[in-house]
T-cell receptor, first 110, second 114 residues
Framework: EDKVVQSPLSLVVHEGDTVTLNCSYEVTNFRSLLWYKQEKKAPTFLFMLTSSGIEKKSGRLSSILDKKELSSILNITATQTGDSAIYLCAVSGTASKLTFGTGTRLQVTL | DSGVTQTPKHLITATGQRVTLRCSPRSGDLSVYWYQQSLDQGLQFLIQYYNGEERAKGNILERFSAQQFPDLHSELNLSSLELGDSALYFC?????????????FGEGSWLTVV
């Protein structure tokens, strides 16, 4: 069965800090890894990674996939209070469904 | 706004009852997914439909069932409800039913069973 493990479970940082969130996975016939941000309700899509070593970037957020290590990191630089959320990592394999990790809860304080 | 619409937003019902959650996918999306999110278990995949047919099944209880209609909207039926069924139920959609697609989530239906 596909499995996704995220770390840390929870993180509290000061505004302006840089954070790195980790995601490791076990999946049959890996196709893609996705990052989502969940604030109040619906997870919102951040990145989809399919190739190893390629960095996807959007503003202060970036992510890299390491297919050899079966892992991915999500970096957030110059954090803001609006970055406070649960960050979810998900993978898809042979089946089209996404398997999610339990998420990393990030709190950014002033 | 992802374009995925779910109703109702909130629902409170008693144990033993039956409820139906409704989902309209994004325009053009053929695939619909249902996920359950509870505090202790994260997002759990329930079931996927593609163009009206069941495509994949996850940890969906026998008391739960779903279908996708010709107009592509989907319904999740939950019966003989138990306290432990209280959770946020998400519908998501994607263009195709194949792996590697981005899926977009609705706002969720919050079910409380009392």
């Amino acid at each position: 069965e596909d499995k996704v493990v995220q770390s840390p479970l929870s993180l509290v940082v000061h505004e302006g800090d840089t954070v790195t969130l980790n995601c490791s996975y076990e999946v049959t016939n890996f196709r893609s890894l996705l990052w989502y941000k969940q604030e109040k309700k619906a997870p919102t899509f951040l990145f989809m990674l399919t190739s190893s070593g390629i960095e996807k970037k959007s503003g202060r957020l970036s992510s890299i996939l390491d297919k050899k290590e079966l892992s991915s990191i999500l970096n957030i630089t110059a954090t803001q209070t609006g970055d406070s959320a649960i960050y979810l990592c998900a993978v898809s394999g042979t089946a089209s469904k996404l398997t999610f990790g339990t998420g990393t809860r990030l709190q950014v304080t002033l | 706004d992802s374009g995925v619409t779910q109703t109702p937003k909130h629902l409170i019902t008693a144990t033993g009852q039956r409820v139906t959650l409704r989902c309209s996918p994004r325009s053009g999306d053929l695939s619909v997914y249902w996920y359950q999110q509870s505090l202790d278990q994260g997002l759990q995949f329930l079931i996927q439909y593609y163009n009206g047919e069941e495509r994949a099944k996850g940890n969906i209880l026998e008391r739960f069932s779903a279908q996708q209609f010709p107009d592509l909207h989907s319904e999740l039926n939950l019966s003989s409800l138990e306290l432990g069924d209280s959770a946020l139920y998400f519908c998501a959609s994607s263009v195709s039913g194949t792996a590697g697609n981005t899926i977009y989530f609705g706002e969720g239906s919050w079910l409380t069973v009392v």
